[in-house]
Structures are given as structure tokens and as C-alpha cells.
């Protein structure tokens, strides 16, 4: 069994103020999702942020969560913009399909904007996974996708002001 990086909350405190950070959610699997933006917001509070430097948008479905992003970066105003979700196994394969889509397009967006999108979309089995993974039970997706934001605000932070991009 992988072993998980540390939860803690990093130091941000030094530039928290100036911070501003998106939030993608979705309509299905409501109960899912929202207790993994609560764990979310909570998070980021907790890290020196405050409500008006989140910046919250709804779309209808996992699979409108990369666009929603871009929607959210062509504003040019986010540090990082966290996608939150969830996709349940079905009967058939759709499942499959979204979530390659959809992770492929959120890696794309953050490659291509140099902005941290974070990929905060559960793929379990069944609902029962889920709950457990956004309650704290066997995880708090919502809580580590916060974390990971500020750990690659602060990589993008330490390494400067980047003289030429690569390829993009």
C-alpha cells in the first residue's frame, strides 16, 4: 500500500494575504462534493486565507470541470484553481471516459497556464468510497487538494520568475 505524503498545512503566512485561489465544483453527487469544498475553504482558512480570496463557480457535471478552470484563468486573477468532483462507477464504462478526459484536460490547462489546476475529483466504485473519501474516514480529498494548491504555489514561488517557457 502507497504511503501518503504529510497533510500538514505548509507556511504561507508570508504571502497569504496576496493569495487568490479559484474553487471548481460540481452539481452531482451534491453531499460528495460539498463536504469536500468545506474540507476545501476550511483548509485554505486555516492556512491564512480568508472568504473574499476564493473565488467559487458551479458547473453542471465532472466533465465540465476544465472548462470551468479556463473560465476561471482567463480572468488571470488565481494562484491555483482546485476542481472538485465526483465520478461513480456505473453499469457501464462511462466513468472510465470522463475521468480520462477530464484529468488529461485539467494536467493540459496547468501545463499550458503555468497555474496549479488541481485534480480534486473522486473515482470510486460506489457511493459508500466516496462518502469515506471526502469525509475524513479513508481520506479528505477536499483537504488535500487545498494542500496540494499551496504546496505548488509555494514550488512555483521558490523557483522565480521563469525566463522562457518550454514549448508552450
Request: with cysteine; net charge neutral; glycine share 8%.
Given at each position: 500500500?502507497?504511503k501518503?505524503?504529510?497533510?500538514?498545512?505548509?507556511?504561507?503566512?508570508?504571502?497569504?494575504?496576496?493569495?487568490?485561489?479559484?474553487?471548481?465544483?460540481?452539481?452531482?453527487?451534491?453531499?460528495?462534493?460539498?463536504?469536500?469544498?468545506?474540507?476545501?475553504?476550511?483548509?485554505?482558512?486555516?492556512?491564512?486565507?480568508?472568504?473574499?480570496?476564493?473565488?467559487?463557480i458551479?458547473v453542471p457535471?465532472?466533465?465540465?470541470?476544465?472548462?470551468?478552470?479556463?473560465?476561471?484563468?482567463?480572468?488571470?486573477?488565481?494562484?491555483?484553481?482546485?476542481?472538485?468532483?465526483?465520478?461513480?462507477?456505473?453499469?457501464?464504462?462511462?466513468?472510465?471516459?470522463?475521468?480520462?478526459?477530464?484529468?488529461?484536460?485539467?494536467?493540459?490547462?496547468?501545463?499550458?497556464?503555468?497555474?496549479?489546476?488541481?485534480?480534486?475529483?473522486?473515482?470510486?466504485?460506489?457511493?459508500?468510497?466516496?462518502?469515506?473519501r471526502?469525509?475524513?474516514?479513508?481520506?479528505?480529498?477536499?483537504?488535500?487538494?487545498?494542500i496540494?494548491?499551496?504546496?505548488?504555489?509555494?514550488?512555483?514561488?521558490s523557483?522565480?520568475?521563469?525566463?522562457?517557457?518550454?514549448?508552450?
Amino acid at each position: 500500500m502507497a504511503k501518503h505524503t504529510s497533510l500538514e498545512i505548509p507556511d504561507i503566512s508570508s504571502f497569504a494575504e496576496d493569495l487568490k485561489i479559484g474553487i471548481v465544483d460540481t452539481e452531482w453527487n451534491p453531499e460528495i462534493v460539498h463536504s469536500m469544498k468545506a474540507s476545501t475553504m476550511q483548509t485554505l482558512i486555516m492556512a491564512g486565507l480568508n472568504t473574499v480570496q476564493l473565488h467559487e463557480i458551479t458547473v453542471p457535471g465532472a466533465f465540465e470541470l476544465p472548462l470551468g478552470a479556463k473560465f476561471l484563468l482567463e480572468s488571470g486573477r488565481h494562484d491555483a484553481i482546485i476542481c472538485l468532483g465526483c465520478v461513480i462507477k456505473g453499469e457501464t464504462s462511462h466513468d472510465q471516459h470522463i475521468n480520462r478526459s477530464v484529468s488529461g484536460a485539467i494536467m493540459q490547462l496547468g501545463i499550458m497556464s503555468d497555474v496549479p489546476i488541481i485534480f480534486g475529483v473522486l473515482t470510486p466504485n460506489n457511493e459508500d468510497q466516496a462518502k469515506e473519501r471526502a469525509d475524513g474516514t479513508k481520506g479528505d480529498k477536499g483537504r488535500e487538494a487545498a494542500i496540494t494548491a499551496l504546496k505548488m504555489i509555494l514550488l512555483k514561488r521558490s523557483l522565480g520568475k521563469q525566463k522562457k517557457k518550454i514549448g508552450y
